[in-house]
């Protein structure tokens, strides 16, 4: 097996992350108990939104307001959060229950979704608890460890993301190793666009925006991939070439499990939000909904030519198998007559007792004769061979 394709399997098995419930009795409904592999979290808030002015302010214009700050205890949460247009509470990292419990509290949070903010195998849906949303989605995140010589084998592990849109709140939970996030942080410290001039609504979108748009650079590495995986093909065929193509089509069956649902989840924002996303944010909802079709129609058609490449693959095997057997088989041919005419005379019958046993045995040009023999049957042979067509390629 070569270094290569031997690291591809490694990785393969290194990516993939079964979801295991503990071993023992059955937990209650509503028990947060993270993933033994799970990253202590991070504690991030950032509010930001156009504040009243004093009364005694002569004033007319609100003042601006903008705070970022990281939250080193959970206990100091509580004295952080005061009345803001926006309140954006963002965790990364799922390995401290007690965290996630006590910001529950703070926000009453059903137990039964920070049961699914913990467990990492959810697909993407909506639901709608009360007086708020909770959104899950999944992101991909490129595996640690990565070389420049493994860029056609597993790369992509999906990591969770929970959302939470309240009134005037959105609470992020994702696992470590989701990093879309970060350019909406630095959208809103340098205010560009329009999410500090909007609400909180307007921040759900934006974020799943930003997850969604994550997927398009997976799709064009993949399509460049199955391109030169085609050239490849054709010039020649390596033997890990399958081995690329299988691991180019689990990538996008993962990216497929992940976009899929996301849709109908997005479609349930638009159509079963009630109030708390107003008809404005709905059209940028919209087009979150067209780019993820647009991302299942590139996964489809991606798909599709995988299983044609690798068709093509077998099919191009194949044929230089059937050549080398062609091959094989004219030498073979070839050897018949000769190993015909060497056992003929290898017989070594008496002439002493007859002369028709065998009188080239004592002829002076009996030797030469026998490999005259062969040559002209050979020559002929490959001359009949060359005719039929039988030697080209």
């Not at 509503?30 to 002015?53: C, D, E, F, H």
């Not at 989605?137 to 420049?148: F, I, L, N, Q």
């Not at 991606?302 to 198998?321: F, G, I, K, P, Q």
Request: glycine share 6%; aromatic share 8%.
């Amino acid at each position: 097996m070569s270094k290569r394709h031997s690291h591809g399997l490694k990785l393969s098995h290194r990516r993939r992350r079964r979801f295991h419930r503990p071993a023992g009795t059955a937990q209650l409904p509503g028990t947060i108990q993270p993933q033994a592999y799970s990253a202590k979290p991070k504690i991030r808030l950032m509010q930001y939104g156009s504040v009243p002015r004093a009364v005694d302010d002569r004033a007319e214009q609100p003042r601006e307001q903008l705070r970022d700050i990281e939250v080193p205890e959970i206990g100091d949460l509580v004295h952080q959060i005061a009345k803001s247009p926006v309140t954006w509470l963002d965790i990364d990292g799922l390995g401290d229950a007690d965290v996630i419990e006590q910001v529950g509290k703070i926000f009453k949070l059903h137990p039964l979704a920070l049961e699914d903010v913990v467990n990492v195998h959810q697909r993407p849906k909506v639901e709608m608890y009360g007086d708020y949303l909770f959104v899950i989605a999944r992101s991909h995140s490129e595996v640690d460890g990565r070389t420049e010589a493994d860029s056609d084998v597993d790369a992509l592990d999906m990591r969770q993301v929970a959302m939470f849109l309240g009134r005037n709140f959105v609470i992020t939970f994702r696992e470590r190793g989701v990093e879309c996030f970060d350019e909406v942080h630095r959208r809103i410290r340098t205010n560009r666009g329009r999410i500090r001039e909007s609400g909180a609504d307007y921040l759900l979108y934006t974020l799943l925006d930003a997850v969604i748009d994550e997927f398009f650079p997976a799709l064009e590495k993949h399509g460049e991939s199955l391109d030169s995986l085609d050239d490849l093909i054709s010039a020649s065929c390596e033997q890990d070439l399958i081995h690329r193509i299988h691991n180019v089509r689990s990538e996008l069956r993962m990216i497929r499990r992940a976009i899929w649902p996301l849709r109908d989840a997005i479609n349930t924002l638009i159509r079963d939000s009630g109030d708390l996303i107003s008809d404005e944010t709905d059209l940028y909802l919209r087009d979150c909904y067209d780019h993820t079709v647009q991302i299942i129609d590139v996964i489809e058609t991606d798909r599709e030519l995988c299983a044609d490449l690798r068709d093509y693959y077998l099919t191009v095997v194949s044929n230089r198998m059937n050549q080398i057997m062609k091959f094989l088989t004219i030498i073979a041919t070839l050897f018949i007559p000769l190993t015909f005419v060497a056992g003929l005379y290898g017989m070594n019958f008496n002439t002493n007792v007859s002369t028709l046993n065998m009188p080239e045995l004592n002829w002076t040009y009996g030797y030469p004769f026998a490999l005259a023999v062969m040559t002209a049957t050979t020559l002929a042979m490959v001359w009949y061979f060359q005719r039929k067509g039988w030697l080209s390629s």
